[in-house]
Structures are given as C-alpha cells and as structure tokens.
C-alpha cells in the first residue's frame, strides 16, 4: 500500500462515526436522525412531567369519546372522528333558516376544554382582565374573535416552550362543526339535557354571567356549552350546504366570525344549533371562547 493510499485510510478512519455511516446533518440519513431524536426528546420530556400527554408526540389516537386530560392546567375533553347531522330539522321550536340540516364527517378527533375560558386562564396567558362581570372562575367576555385567536397562539407558544405540548400540536378555536359535533355528544335533540339544568340563560342567571362547571355537563364531560357566554369558532359565517360534507371549515370568504351555544342576556339561542355572528373585532359581555386542541392540519 503506498503512503498516499495509507493517508487516505487514516484520514477516513479518524472522521467521527456519524460521518463514516453518511449522517451528516444535511444529508437525508442525517435529517432523519435529527427528527428521530427529537421525537425521543419530546417522549421523554412529556414522560417526566406528564404520562398522560406523552403520546400526542407521535400521532393522534382515538380515544373514547369523553376522555379527560389537562394540559398546564386546561382541562380538555377528547372528541373522536365520527359523523352526525348538523342543523336542525324544519319541526324543532325556535329555529333558524340557516339551520340547514345536512350530514358533517369529522375525520380527525381533537380535545376541546371542558369549559369556556376563564378570566383566571386569560390573564395567565394574556395578563389582565376585560370582562364586565369579574371572577377568576367565570368565563372570561369582552374579548374579541381576533382576541382570541391570539389567546390560542400565545398559549401554543407558552406551553411548547414548557414542554407540555409537543412539535405539530396547537390551540386553536374549533370550527362550528366541531363545536355543534361535540356539544351534541351523541344527541339529536334541541339540547343535551333540560335548559335550566345545564345552562344558564336570562331566566336563571339575574343579568351576570356565572362561574363555570356549576351546571351539568354533556355526555363527553363538556360544561356551558350551552348558555352563560357565547363561544366565539373559527369559521365565516355563511350558508351551510344542502349534502354531506367532510371536515368543513366554513365559507372561504366573508366579513363575519360565527359564535355559538347562546349566553346569560337570552333563551333564543340555548339550542346545540343555534347560530349568531359578529365582526371578528367586536366584544359583548355576552360573548366568549372555548379553546380545542389538535395536530396541526
């Protein structure tokens, strides 16, 4: 072997082992070990502080229907793919013309929180408080639909960097099919339960909004979803459609932000179909949010 050829040989042998076996960082080996580390990382992060979360690393899972978890203090219920009929039919008592009823597929589960978002969680993430009637455990109102969405990035921001949420997972308003789908936990009627079991509404409340959980949730473990604030979705306003559809996310186009599952100031809008609209700058004591949960899509 001549000195040239036994340089060569040396020179290869003395690289670090990553590089003999073509893991540089750029080379696609490389990436996928970086990504698989990471992974590791997340898994072993999330199994230290909270076993109950360290599988959304991976990938989505379907649970059953109600499944409880808490992320930094958000409690969240798990809501499964399926499908149900959204709207209401022509004979239900109070309805709307925009309550088309047609059938909504929902491919992907998400978490939805137990409750509207209290004062309490909003100052945590957002610091202060501008509701109109003030308590930490009461939902917080005043708060705008753009308002709100940044409640939602800001918490997807704050809990990645504390290790509680992990890469390809957010907070986000649900769209008002997820919102009526997980509302109705398997029910078809106007309501999940009698009105003034479950929600509190202008015949019960005394003009004020009331700490949540005191009614009785639906069948998934979700409190207020009807009544004590409106809870602004992610959606346009808009016509529904007349067929089936799959994972709808509302119109692609409009000046409107939906609300849903009516508030304390009326009776009018305490049904699981109920719809009401608003420009997504405006606030109303009367109004509020539930943050979801999901992978991003």
């Not at 999330?46 to 991976?58: E, R, V």
């Not at 793919?81 to 008592?93: A, H, I, L, W």
Request: glycine share 12%; hydrophobic share 30%.
């Amino acid at each position: 072997m001549s000195d040239d050829e036994r340089s060569g040989k040396s020179e290869e042998t003395n690289k670090p082992d990553e590089q003999q076996m073509g893991l540089t960082r750029t080379s696609p080996a490389g990436i996928l070990a970086q990504r698989v580390g990471r992974r590791i990382e997340i898994v072993t992060r999330l199994l230290k502080t909270d076993p109950a979360t360290h599988w959304l690393s991976i990938r989505p899972v379907n649970l059953p229907a109600g499944m409880s978890r808490s992320f930094g203090g958000t409690g969240c219920v798990w809501c499964p793919p399926g499908q149900f009929m959204m709207g209401s039919p022509t004979s239900e008592r109070g309805r709307n013309a925009d309550e088309v009823q047609h059938e909504v597929v929902l491919t992907r589960g998400f978490f939805l929180a137990e409750t509207e978002c209290t004062q309490g969680q909003w100052d945590k993430v957002m610091g202060g408080n501008p509701s109109s009637f003030k308590g930490s455990e009461r939902p917080v109102e005043e708060v705008s639909w753009e308002e709100a969405v940044k409640y939602c990035r800001n918490l997807t921001a704050k809990q990645f960097a504390e290790g509680i949420l992990p890469d390809g997972w957010e907070w986000r308003l649900p769209t008002e099919a997820e919102w009526e789908y997980a509302a109705r936990a398997g029910t078809t009627g106007a309501r999940y339960g009698e009105l003034d079991t479950i929600a509190w509404h202008n015949g019960n409340v005394w003009s004020q909004t009331h700490p949540v959980k005191q009614k009785k949730a639906n069948a998934w473990g979700l409190y207020d979803m009807i009544g004590n604030v409106w809870e602004w979705c992610s959606d346009r306003y808009g016509e529904y459609p007349t067929g089936s559809v799959t994972d709808p996310m509302g119109p692609g186009s409009g000046s409107l932000r939906v609300s849903r599952g009516g508030g304390w100031c009326g009776v009018w809008g305490t049904r699981s179909a109920s719809r009401s609209w608003g420009a997504p700058g405006g606030r109303l004591s009367s109004l509020g949010f539930r943050p979801a949960l999901s992978s991003i899509r």
